[in-house]
């Protein structure tokens, strides 16, 4: 039995606006391009869950298992303040190797709908 896929933490903000990172690309004029360049990457990462999908199991996995896409996917909102989404992609990498086919699904979904929300927070604010 897989177990079960953590929620995001709804609590948490989107983008953090106060942090240093955000700041000091706001002053440079980088954060929309970085938040550009974020959407090309996070689309190659969903793109590779949703391949895992099509493979039989964890043992197809071996070279990048989904965890080590969270992993990924953590330093990639780490960059842009993208709180939730890194907080949530923390803990799917908490799953390590437990993380099942049949949880591919669910966390697509969750990491395609925050990144959504991270994005547009990004692009009304900055």
């Not at 197809?60 to 939730?84: M, Q």
């Not at 949530?88 to 993380?99: G, N």
Request: proline share 5%; hydrophobic share 35%; glycine share 4%.
């Amino acid at each position: 039995m897989a177990p079960s896929v953590p929620k995001p933490d709804e609590s948490l903000v989107l983008v953090d606006w106060e942090s240093e990172v955000v700041k000091e690309l706001q002053e440079d004029g980088m954060y929309g391009d970085m938040v550009t360049m974020a959407t090309e990457e996070m689309q190659k990462h969903i793109d590779d869950l949703r391949k895992m999908q099509g493979q039989q199991g964890p043992e197809d996995w071996e070279n990048w298992p989904p965890y080590k896409v969270a992993h990924s996917i953590k330093g990639l909102c780490l960059s842009l303040s993208f709180t939730r989404l890194a907080e949530y992609a923390k803990d799917v990498e908490k799953l390590k190797t437990t993380i099942e086919k049949d949880n591919l699904q669910e966390i697509i979904e969750h990491v395609d709908r925050l990144f959504t929300d991270s994005i547009d927070e990004a692009n009304r604010s900055s």
